[in-house]
Every structure is written in structure tokens, then in C-alpha cells.
């Protein structure tokens, strides 16, 4: 069963889980113009959609749109991970060229661990539709504190793009196989080795791959 909720006060206090292996995931979309009401924000209901899909053990949703501003990204993410106690932390925007684009160094600015594979492999996807993916910044973190630590990616604005990154690429002409590997089929596994909950996807859509070591008997219905 899965479960998804929104919580958008300014402070939080940590998220009970409703079963051990919950897993807590904060959504944070990082627009200027969005977080002012100027247009709609799309990058979270398309998380929140992709998701949906793609997990099948429990999870909980706690969503912040916030402005591009490196001090308030900071002040986010410390929030999500230190006192909501999020396992998992997925941005979008602020991740380009631009002056106003602060977001991967506002995420290594709280960071213990790098984890560049992440970054490497989204802009291997991106690069298979435009040369201008090499443009692109992302990174992906580790916060870790006395009690927990959490896996913080920060990914493309556009929710085609989110898709490609997060999911993989797919031959029509082979059925649908995979590919291009998409990045979270690693990231239950290092979910995992931070401490936090055991997650597990619909293999249909994204596959979790772990050693055979670290996989779980199937989960009881």
C-alpha cells in the first residue's frame, strides 16, 4: 500500500511512519516565479504522479516550494532531513547556468557524502535528446547527523525530463526494455546502506536493483 500526503507549514516536526518501512520523501520545487504565484508549479505533482507509479512499498510525501535563493534551499533541505526526517529529498529547478541557478551549490553546502554517479548518469540520459544537457548541474548528496541521514538528488525542472531521469530509457522496438539505466533504480539500495527504510518498486516501471545479499523476501499482502 502506498501513501501521499502534503505538508507545507513553515516548520514540521518529524513524520511518524505508519509501518517500519515507510519511506518519507521531500519534495522541494525551486521557482521564483512559482513559489510567487506568477505560474503553476509542475515539478512536484509530476513527482508526486511518478511516484505514485513507481513504488510499492509505503510512502509519505511532504512538499516545500520555495524561492531561488541559495540560503532558503539550504534552510530547506537541513529542514526536510534534520527535523521532518525525510529518507529521501528529490529538487527540481535551479540547476542550470544562470546567476539565479543556486541549487547544486546550495545542496553540497549541506552535504557530508557527494554521490556524482547520480548527476553523471541524468546527464547521460538528457544528452540522448539534446546537446545541451551538458549545461545541466545536478548533484546528489548525502546529509548525514548523529541519528540519520538521507539521500538528497536535485533533478531537471521539466516533468518529461524528470521521467527520463528518474525512470531510464525504453526501446519501443524491444518491448520497453530498459536501455538507458534510470537512477533510482539505485537509490533503494542506497537507502538502504544510509539506514533508512526498505523500499521497493514496480519492477515494470523501474526496477530496484540491490546484491543478492541485501534483497528481502517479497513483502506479504
Same mark, same amino acid.
Request: proline share 8%; aromatic share 4%; with cysteine.
Given at each position: 500500500?502506498?501513501?501521499?500526503?502534503?505538508?507545507?507549514?513553515?516548520?514540521?516536526? &518529524?513524520?511518524?511512519? !505508519?509501518?517500519?518501512?515507510?519511506?518519507?520523501?521531500?519534495?522541494?520545487?525551486?521557482?521564483?516565479?512559482?513559489?510567487?504565484?506568477?505560474?503553476?508549479?509542475?515539478?512536484?505533482?509530476?513527482?508526486?504522479?511518478?511516484?505514485?507509479?513507481?513504488?510499492?512499498?509505503?510512502?509519505?510525501?511532504?512538499?516545500?516550494?520555495?524561492? %531561488?535563493?541559495?540560503?532558503?534551499?539550504?534552510?530547506?533541505?537541513?529542514?526536510?532531513? %534534520?527535523?521532518?526526517?525525510?529518507?529521501?529529498?528529490?529538487?527540481? !529547478?535551479?540547476?542550470?547556468?544562470?546567476?539565479? %541557478?543556486?541549487?547544486?551549490?546550495?545542496?553540497?553546502?549541506?552535504?557530508?557524502?557527494?554521490?556524482? !554517479?547520480?548527476?553523471?548518469?541524468?546527464? =547521460?540520459?538528457?544528452?540522448?535528446?539534446?546537446?545541451?544537457?551538458?549545461?545541466?548541474? =545536478?548533484?546528489?548528496?548525502?546529509?548525514?547527523?548523529?541519528?540519520?541521514?538521507?539521500?538528497?538528488?536535485?533533478?531537471? !525542472? =521539466?516533468?518529461?525530463?524528470?521521467?527520463?531521469?528518474?525512470?531510464?530509457?525504453?526501446?519501443?522496438?524491444?518491448?520497453?526494455?530498459?536501455?538507458?539505466?534510470?537512477?533510482?533504480?539505485?537509490?533503494?539500495?542506497?537507502?538502504?546502506?544510509?539506514?533508512?527504510?526498505?523500499?521497493?518498486?514496480?519492477? %515494470?516501471?523501474?526496477?530496484?536493483?540491490?546484491?543478492?545479499?541485501?534483497?528481502?523476501?517479497? &513483502? =506479504?499482502?
Amino acid at each position: 500500500m502506498t501513501t501521499a500526503t502534503t505538508d507545507q507549514p513553515a516548520q514540521s516536526p &518529524r513524520q511518524p511512519r !505508519g509501518h517500519p518501512d515507510e519511506i518519507v520523501i521531500g519534495l522541494v520545487s525551486i521557482s521564483d516565479r512559482a513559489s510567487t504565484g506568477v505560474y503553476e508549479d509542475k515539478g512536484i505533482p509530476a513527482l508526486q504522479e511518478w511516484l505514485g507509479a513507481a513504488l510499492a512499498s509505503p510512502w509519505l510525501v511532504v512538499t516545500r516550494l520555495i524561492q %531561488d535563493d541559495a540560503s532558503t534551499i539550504s534552510a530547506t533541505l537541513v529542514e526536510l532531513v %534534520d527535523e521532518v526526517g525525510c529518507d529521501l529529498v528529490l529538487t527540481t !529547478g535551479g540547476t542550470g547556468p544562470s546567476r539565479r %541557478d543556486v541549487t547544486p551549490e546550495a545542496t553540497l553546502a549541506v552535504a557530508t557524502k557527494e554521490m556524482p !554517479g547520480f548527476g553523471e548518469q541524468m546527464r =547521460q540520459i538528457s544528452l540522448n535528446f539534446v546537446p545541451t544537457a551538458i549545461l545541466s548541474r =545536478q548533484v546528489a548528496v548525502i546529509r548525514e547527523t548523529a541519528e540519520h541521514a538521507a539521500l538528497i538528488i536535485n533533478l531537471p !525542472g =521539466q516533468p518529461k525530463s524528470i521521467k527520463e531521469t528518474l525512470e531510464g530509457l525504453r526501446d519501443a522496438e524491444a518491448g520497453g526494455a530498459v536501455t538507458v539505466p534510470g537512477i533510482f533504480a539505485a537509490v533503494p539500495y542506497c537507502i538502504d546502506l544510509i539506514g533508512g527504510p526498505y523500499v521497493e518498486t514496480n519492477a %515494470d516501471m523501474v526496477k530496484a536493483f540491490r546484491p543478492k545479499s541485501a534483497v528481502r523476501a517479497p &513483502r =506479504q499482502a
